[in-house]
């Protein structure tokens, strides 16, 4: 059974982008995954510190939820991380999560020596998110961060939902199209996941 993490990075329960997370997660469900839900407003995470206690092992210094997320995470052989638009980048509790696995950055590019880009990834990520505005560029930011940050968790991006013009709790429900196409991207997620073994 392919296991998938769930990232909930909304400040809000029952929001736009958790709206369209349940339905990829419903879909990932009925196509047979074991789903490991993730609110991240529910855990106390500290921003990283930039302290570089990590640079002896790998593990970071600061002890709080972190390490059990990054965890779970770790654990699942695929993550679906859903994040409303600030400032064209992610949440603040997605980029807490995303600054603290520098210690994965470290691990793996300082202690392990990994050459970049010379590794093939072992695992898939999809991307959910919405925007606002109907700028052109309003998910520019968030992808590229996303790339890098797959990177270090030996993942790549397989897919991305990004639908603008979404602010007011509620609003995705006048676009069942889009949640439909949650559904369906889960669903799909799954088998691709599957495949990559």
């Not at 050459?115 to 520019?140: C, H, N, Q």
């Not at 990004?162 to 995705?172: H, K, N």
Request: glycine letters at 10%; a positive charge.
């Amino acid at each position: 059974m392919a296991k998938i993490a769930a990232i909930y990075g909304s400040p809000r329960r029952n929001g736009n982008t958790a709206a369209l997370l349940k339905k990829a997660v419903q879909g990932a469900r009925d196509a047979g995954a074991e789903v490991d839900e993730i609110v991240l407003r529910d855990y106390k995470i500290s921003p990283c510190l930039e302290i570089y206690g990590c640079k002896k092992d790998g593990e970071c210094a600061i002890k709080d939820d972190f390490q059990g997320v990054r965890d779970r995470i770790l654990g699942a052989r695929g993550l679906i991380i859903a994040t409303p638009i600030f400032f064209y980048t992610v949440s603040a509790h997605v980029k807490i999560l995303m600054d603290r696995c520098q210690s994965l950055w470290v691990k793996k590019y300082w202690i392990d020596k990994k050459a970049y880009g010379m590794w093939e990834p072992k695992r898939l990520g999809l991307v959910i998110s919405v925007g606002a505005t109907r700028g052109r560029r309003v998910f520019d930011g968030m992808l590229l961060s996303m790339k890098y940050y797959f990177d270090t968790l030996d993942m790549e991006l397989w897919d991305s939902l990004l639908y603008r013009q979404l602010d007011f709790e509620g609003d995705v429900n006048g676009h069942p199209e889009y949640l439909e196409a949650a559904y369906a991207r889960g669903r799909d997620f799954v088998h691709a996941v599957r495949k990559r073994g």
